[in-house]
C-alpha cells in the first residue's frame, strides 16, 4: 500500500512561532520529496523539494528529511498569517507520486 | 505567465451528462496530469501522459477518458457524469519525469453533478 500520511490539523500556532509539519510515507524506496502550499480554494503551490538526507532551507522554510524514519518535515520560522494555509506533501513511490491529505495550519495573530 | 490555464472554472452537470475539461500549459513542459481533490483525500491521480502521444492510468481512472491533444494541451472527458465525480479536478505539468519534477498547478474545475 502506497501511503503518505499527515496530521490534518488543524495545527495553530501564534505568529511569529516556528510551524512545524510532519509526513511519514511508506515506502522505503523512495527518492524525492515536496511540499505544497494551498490556500483555500486555490491550486497546490510548489514551496520546497528535496532528495537527499538533512536540512534543505529556503529563507523562512525548512525542509528536513529522514529516509531511515521515512519521514519528511517543513518547518516555517517567524510564522505570519498570510502562511495560513493547507500543506501538503508529496513523496514519488516507484512509478508513482502521492500526496498525502494535508495539514491545515493557523497561524493566530 | 499564463502557466497552466483551465477551462472551465466551475461547472454543474446532471447525472448522465457528458463534458471536456481543458487544460493547457505554456511552459513547454513534456508531462501533463488530471488530478481529483476530495475532502479528506488529497489528490489523486486519474490520467497522465509522460510525453507528447502516450497516456495512462492512474490511481482513480474509471469513468474518465484523456485526450493529449499536443504537447500543450491534455482533456479530460467524462462520459457520463455521475455524483461521486463530484469534485475539483487539478490539471498539472511538469518538465519531465513525473516522479522526480515539481508538478505546476492550474487553477482548478469545481464541478458538481446533481
Known amino acids: 500500500q502506497k501511503e503518505v500520511e499527515q496530521n490534518s490539523g488543524p495545527l495553530s500556532v501564534p505568529e511569529g512561532a516556528i510551524a512545524s509539519l510532519n509526513c511519514t510515507y511508506s515506502?522505503?524506496?523512495?527518492?524525492?520529496f515536496f511540499w505544497y502550499r494551498q490556500y483555500s480554494g486555490k491550486s497546490p503551490e510548489l514551496i520546497m523539494f528535496?532528495?537527499?538526507?538533512g536540512d534543505k532551507e529556503d529563507g523562512r522554510f525548512t525542509a528536513q528529511l529522514n529516509k531511515a524514519s521515512q519521514y519528511v518535515s517543513l518547518l516555517i520560522r517567524d510564522s505570519q498569517p498570510s502562511d495560513s494555509a493547507t500543506y501538503l506533501c508529496a513523496v514519488n513511490m516507484d512509478d508513482d507520486m502521492r500526496f498525502g491529505a494535508g495539514t491545515r495550519l493557523t497561524v493566530k495573530p | 505567465n499564463a502557466g497552466v490555464t483551465q477551462t472551465p472554472k466551475f461547472q454543474v452537470l446532471k447525472t448522465g451528462q457528458s463534458m471536456t475539461l481543458q487544460c493547457a500549459q505554456d511552459?513547454?513542459?513534456?508531462?501533463m496530469y488530471w488530478y481529483r481533490q476530495d475532502p479528506g483525500m488529497g489528490l489523486r491521480l486519474i490520467y497522465y501522459s509522460a510525453s507528447e502521444g502516450t497516456t495512462d492510468k492512474g490511481e482513480v481512472p474509471n469513468g474518465y477518458n484523456v485526450s493529449r491533444l499536443n504537447k500543450r494541451e491534455f482533456s479530460l472527458r467524462l462520459e457520463s457524469a455521475a455524483p461521486s465525480q463530484t469534485s475539483v479536478y487539478f490539471c498539472a505539468s511538469s518538465r519531465v519525469d513525473r516522479t522526480n519534477q515539481p508538478q505546476h498547478f492550474g487553477d482548478g474545475t469545481r464541478l458538481s453533478i446533481l
Open positions: 528535496i532528495y537527499s538526507n
Open positions: 511552459m513547454n513542459h513534456n508531462s
Open positions: 515506502d522505503r524506496g523512495s527518492q524525492s
